[in-house]
């Protein structure tokens, strides 16, 4: 039987670790309650007109001012937590990003983000060309978390930053609070989910606004989902968006599959605000399906999230440097349906006014540093009247593109492929005014066969995250210590006290013994000169758990950091 997890998992300080624990017991996904006898189409024909002064809701898709359906694809930055960090907008968007979700406090729990802060937050987002959620995170928990705030406290916050936050429904969504509801009770949320919207709604708010699901924002009982059309109904503006956070609770496609079908068959927007892949305790997010199915059903979705958690598994980018992506990072941005192939910037941000000419086609790409899964392009720069934007990569498969990579430079390297096998590829430039230019002509590319680079100069960097009667957490930082790129690796090393691997990400791991045996995921295969990756897992151990002493990286022996 699957437990739920009880807290967060967004673990930036130590008050908030020491909250960590597991609520009742669960089963499966309550089924959905039965639908309204009527069609969604004509629920969605007779719901109130949306008032399309920016982001709104119309037939159940978010759709921009001008009619543009906008499909978010980004990440959660916890800059409440870390003020001084807001580069990190910069940085997210140069990966690709077309949305960033910002974590707020209303001051309840913790220091209130004052109305120039926020202020500064929108300017920032637009200047980097993302649309903004912000949302209040001191709800977290309520009704379960004793330190929790109420979606009222949170309602009353949103009215005090009415100033700031009128005229920018183009580019800004309400997200009135973070997981507003804990397992206790979940049942109470609806109520108090209605009062909050309602509450904004007669405050003269015309933006967006998201709702969060209770139970830790993962609904393993079903009430959002149950209760959506009535809350949906209660909006006056129809310019509602539900917001679903998928964790271990969802850790099967059918689970994942059947929830957002769900919302979709209803006519109800919804989309995926946050999410997490790596396993823990509870469990192992397929975040695959989560994002194929976000990809195939075309609806949002935001990764938990950019850096700063304590316990750094779900960071995207080690210490908020945009170079060192983990794992998970180059899994959201770089990997199948993740950000760099399905990101499309909003159209409010379509740069210099009457600017309708295209840059000409960048020149012919050219490959280099092929190796089994990854090739870099290069290509001569495109021209424009007014300024390159950026450059899209994509596959090229007969009638069929695929966007494969993105760039602000005539260079990009595009990972994940597949070992001796053919590709054609080519690059489109674009300007700030969306203006996108002829393609360039194509280049064919075969990757290597498989195989290891042989003795590479590396570093190992090996922590235990977490301990648990009879389990453990633990993290390998795999750093390339090298003058040239490692393609395809083999990381060996043994446990000393009985430990047994019991399930991994960032790679595979085969187990003889106390000798375990490490090789890449598709999206850690290469690690660059002077680069790093990071494989977790989840471990089974005894009384004791020392730590590895000695590791190897293709037969040749790593130091130790």
């Known amino acids: 039987m699957r437990r739920a997890r009880s807290t967060t998992r967004k673990r930036f300080l130590p008050t908030l670790a020491a909250l960590l624990g597991l609520g009742v017991a669960v089963g499966l996904l309550a089924p959905a309650a039965a639908q309204a006898a009527e069609p969604a189409s004509v629920r969605a024909a007779e719901a109130p007109s949306a008032q399309a002064v920016g982001l709104h809701i119309d037939d159940g898709r978010l759709l921009e001012a001008n009619g543009n359906d906008f499909v978010m694809r980004g990440v959660n930055h916890a800059h409440t ?317 007969g009638g069929t593109e695929t966007r494969v990579a993105v760039s602000t430079t005539n260079t990009a390297t595009v990972t994940g492929l597949t070992a001796d096998t053919a590709y054609t590829f080519a690059v489109y430039a674009r300007d700030a005014a969306g203006n996108r230019s002829p393609r360039s002509a194509t280049v064919g590319v075969t990757t290597a066969e498989d195989g290891g680079t042989p003795g590479a100069s590396c570093s190992v960097g090996y922590r235990v995250v977490g301990e648990w009667p009879g389990g453990f957490q633990g993290e390998i930082a795999l750093r390339n210590t090298g003058t040239a790129a490692v393609n395809g690796w083999t990381l060996v090393f043994a446990f000393a006290d009985g430990q047994t691997v019991t399930n991994m990400w960032g790679g595979t791991a085969t187990q003889s013994g106390g000798t375990v045996s490490v090789t890449p995921a598709s999206y850690t295969t290469a690690i660059p000169a002077g680069g790093s990756v990071t494989v977790g897992f989840i471990g089974a151990k005894g009384t004791t758990n020392t730590a590895p002493t000695a590791f190897t990286l293709n037969g040749t022996a790593c130091t130790t950091a």
């Open 81 to 397: 937590w870390y003020p001084g960090e807001l580069q990190s907008l910069a940085d997210i968007k140069a990966l690709g990003a077309n949305s960033v979700r910002v974590v707020l406090s209303d001051g309840y729990r913790w220091s209130e983000n004052s109305a120039a802060d926020v202020a500064n937050v929108v300017t920032q987002c637009k200047a980097n060309r993302l649309i903004c959620v912000l949302e209040v995170h001191d709800t977290t928990g309520y009704g379960e978390d004793a330190a929790a705030g109420t979606l009222d406290h949170a309602a009353d916050y949103w009215i005090g930053l009415k100033d700031v936050l009128a005229g920018e429904e183009n580019h800004v969504v309400i997200n009135i609070g973070n997981e507003p509801w804990g397992n206790t009770d979940p049942a109470g949320w609806t109520a108090p989910t209605i009062a909050a919207i309602q509450k904004l709604r007669a405050a003269g708010f015309e933006h967006t606004i998201m709702v969060d699901a209770p139970n830790w924002g993962q609904d393993w009982q079903g009430v959002m989902r149950a209760n959506a059309q009535s809350v949906y109904d209660a909006d006056t503006t129809g310019n509602l968006i539900f917001s679903i956070h998928m964790y271990s609770v969802f850790d099967t496609a059918a689970e994942i599959t059947d929830y957002l079908n769900a919302f979709v068959a209803a006519g109800l927007p919804i989309l995926i605000g946050e999410f997490g892949g790596p396993a823990d305790q509870w469990g192992d997010p397929d975040e695959d399906t989560m994002m194929a199915t976000a990809e195939e059903l075309d609806l949002g979705y935001l990764a938990w999230s950019w850096s700063g958690n304590t316990d750094p598994i779900l960071d995207l980018a080690i210490g908020f440097d945009p170079t060192q992506l983990s794992s998970w990072g180059q899994r959201i941005f770089n990997g199948a349906d993740g950000i760099a192939q399905t990101a499309e910037e909003a159209t409010v941000y379509s740069g210099t006014p009457g600017d309708t000419q295209a840059p000409t086609a960048p020149g012919t790409p050219a490959a280099s540093a092929v190796t089994s899964t990854s090739a870099t392009l290069t290509w001569t720069a495109s021209t424009d009247d007014v300024g390159v934007a950026g450059y899209d990569v994509v596959r090229v498969d």
